[in-house]
């Protein structure tokens, strides 16, 4: 093979696989990084076998191909793809805004030291007071509500 048509196969690979990667799979993947492989491969066979003066166009050429396959890439919107497009507009917990101070309530679930509880129709997770665990079916009573956490201690009879 001429060292013409190993430089010009090589800048070919590099266009399909810059495309491929493009095109089929966005991100920095094995086709993009077997594509500029591919450029810089063109770029050093072109400068070692075919002087300096091929090297310099050949490089030209490569650095050209490259910033319109950039360019295109850009404008065709490829980068839409990794782009996240739902948007979260939840909140955690959102039921701690309708328990007070002082509210009592009955355990639905083990607080070890976290679990659920039912005050009248609310129900949402609290912790204990001090880490202390408490059995499902026990009454509670509210002792704080900070930051979206409520903390509650067991009643005793």
């Not at 590099?14 to 089929?24: A, K, Q, T, V």
């Not at 492989?37 to 003066?53: E, P």
């Amino acid at each position: 093979m001429t060292p013409t048509l190993i430089i010009i196969s090589l800048v070919l690979i590099g266009i399909l696989m810059m495309l491929i990667e493009f095109l089929l799979t966005p991100g920095m993947g094995f086709a993009g990084i077997v594509g500029l492989a591919s450029f810089v491969g063109a770029c050093v066979y072109a400068f070692l076998k075919a002087g300096t003066q091929t090297g310099t166009i050949v490089t030209a050429v490569v650095a050209v191909i490259v910033v319109i396959l950039f360019i295109w890439m850009l404008r065709g919107k490829t980068w839409k793809k990794l782009e996240q497009k739902e948007q979260i507009d939840s909140k955690a917990n959102t039921e701690v805004e309708k328990v007070s101070v002082g509210d009592k309530g009955v355990t639905l679930s083990r607080l070890a030291p976290m679990g659920k509880v039912k005050f009248d129709k609310v129900t949402c997770e609290v912790k204990t007071l001090d880490g202390k665990y408490i059995d499902p079916g026990q009454e509670v009573e509210v002792i704080a509500v900070d930051d979206n956490e409520v903390t509650v201690k067991p009643i005793n009879k």
